[in-house]
């Protein structure tokens, strides 16, 4: 069972990315999905997430407006569109996934992809 990430990439501030997170199997469109992200010397920090039963979106403050994360469940995709960058963006991102638990708290995530390298430049 896994999670697999791709999509990242080195940009100027004001571009846009897309993450895209493929999961091995079709069960996990069952599970809550996450998308988390690791600043260069900091810690693991909660981006966007998506709900499985009912496609709610949650995000961190600082991005919401600019970052969307959406689901295809025929796919077994998961997708974060990234856009307006900021050097502060740059990081590790993972996607995560979760049946229960609460959905912006990276502790209830029990699986995880092996994140993909975001480098934005001013």
């Known amino acids: 069972v896994e999670l697999h990430e791709s999509g990242g990439g080195s940009v100027q501030a004001g571009d846009s990315l897309r993450l895209n997170c493929r999961a091995s199997?079709?069960?996990?469109?069952?599970?809550?999905r996450g998308w988390f992200r690791r600043p260069p010397g900091k810690g693991r920090e909660f981006v966007a997430a998506?709900?499985?039963?009912?496609?709610?979106?949650y995000y961190a403050d600082s991005v919401k407006g600019r970052f969307t994360v959406s689901r295809e469940n025929a796919k077994n995709m998961v997708y974060l569109q990234m856009s307006n960058l900021k050097p502060e963006d740059t990081g590790v991102y993972y996607c995560?996934?979760?049946?229960?638990?609460?959905?912006?708290?990276?502790?209830?995530?029990?699986?995880w992809g092996y994140g993909t390298q975001v480098t934005v430049s001013s």
């Open positions: 995560a996934a979760t049946k229960w638990g609460e959905i912006t708290n990276q502790n209830e995530y029990d699986t």
């Open positions: 199997e079709r069960s996990f469109n069952y599970y809550h």
């Open positions: 998506i709900s499985w039963r009912d496609d709610s979106t």
